[in-house]
C-alpha cells in the first residue's frame, strides 16, 4: 500500500514516522508473520515499538481525547489480532 512507504508500521500517522529497519539493517517488521506492538502514551509524550524495538516517538500536544483503533491497509485479505491489553500505567 503507498501510504506504508509514508507511514510505515509503528508510525504514528502524520505526526512520527517510523524507523522500518534495526541498527544491523534488518527490517522490524516481519510480512506474513506475528509481529508485537507496543503503544505507550503519557500527556503529551507517545512512543511505539514493534518488536521491542522502538520505532517512533513524539511530544504530540493534540487533543489527549480520541479512540483506539486497529487499521489494516489494502490488499489484506485478513488480520489476526491476539494477546490485546489496554492498560493505565501509573
Excluded at 76 to 81: H, K, P, Q, R
Aim: aromatic content about 10%; proline content about 2%.
Amino acid at each position: 500500500h503507498v501510504d506504508d512507504n509514508i507511514n510505515p508500521t509503528g508510525s504514528l500517522y502524520m505526526t512520527a514516522r517510523a524507523y522500518e529497519q534495526d541498527d544491523w539493517g534488518r527490517t522490524i517488521h516481519r510480512e506474513g508473520a506475528w509481529n508485537t506492538m507496543r503503544i505507550y502514551a503519557r500527556g503529551d509524550h507517545i512512543v511505539t515499538y514493534v518488536n521491542n524495538r522502538r520505532c517512533a516517538e513524539v511530544h504530540d500536544t493534540r487533543s489527549l481525547n480520541g479512540r483506539i483503533g486497529f487499521q489494516v491497509h489494502d490488499p489484506a485479505e485478513w488480520v489476526e489480532y491476539r494477546n490485546v491489553q489496554i492498560k493505565v500505567i501509573e
